[in-house]
């Protein structure tokens, strides 16, 4: 399932999750938030909430740090919901962004955004191409780090080998799986 939206993203990952669960099902979720994105979309208790505290640092506005945290609420409640079913111990999470982060931000102040990366989103420095990246699943030794360098290409092969895959994947497919990293960080490249 893929499921792309905003604040019912997590309310319909969840109910595909319990499904599958029900049914003992093996599964794929793809849950894309919009946050953060420019289309900024979140509740009005949680802006509330960020008004009192008043202006954020690094250029931010209310709304988009109220957007984050519901971003951050919902990826929670995904997490909680694979302990609650039981199925946590045999399931994967990739959580990563798509690009490094925006430069400045409409109506936020001019300070900078990705501090201390340099550079921004559609460019090729650091801060343009470096995003979060947190894996949890079986095998992952929680609070594990690693610092090999993987890139977006590399998901299809991990999918697939962490999926049982056995046969060669064709040369038309980027990336290397991202396996034993997972189990060993320590791997200095795939």
């Known amino acids: 399932l893929y499921v792309i939206g905003t604040m019912n993203t997590a309310d319909r990952s969840i109910a595909f999750i319990g499904q599958q669960s029900d049914a003992k099902r093996p ?3 793809q849950a894309s938030y919009y946050a953060v994105h420019l289309s900024v979309v979140c509740g009005e208790k949680t802006l509330d909430k960020y ?6 640092d690094r250029g931010y506005t209310q709304a988009w740090a109220a957007m984050m945290e519901e971003l951050d609420t919902g990826i929670g409640r ?11 111990d045999n399931t994967y999470v990739f959580f990563t962004a798509d690009n490094g982060g925006r430069g400045t931000v409409p109506g936020g102040s001019k300070l900078p955004t990705n501090t201390p990366l340099f550079g921004a989103k559609h460019s090729l420095y650091e801060g343009g191409i470096r995003v979060p990246f947190l894996v949890r699943g079986p095998g992952i030794t929680p609070g594990s780090v ?4 993987v890139a977006g290409y590399d998901f299809l092969p991990t999918f697939y080998d962490l999926a049982g895959g056995e046969r060669r994947l064709t040369d038309e497919i980027d990336g290397v799986s991202m396996r034993p990293l997972l189990s060993d960080p320590s791997v200095a490249s795939l």
């Open 27 to 29: 599964f794929y979720l």
């Open 146 to 149: 690693c610092h090999t360098p």
């Open 51 to 56: 008004k009192r505290k008043g202006q954020p």
């Open 78 to 88: 995904l997490l909680e919901a694979l302990d609650e079913l039981g199925i946590a």
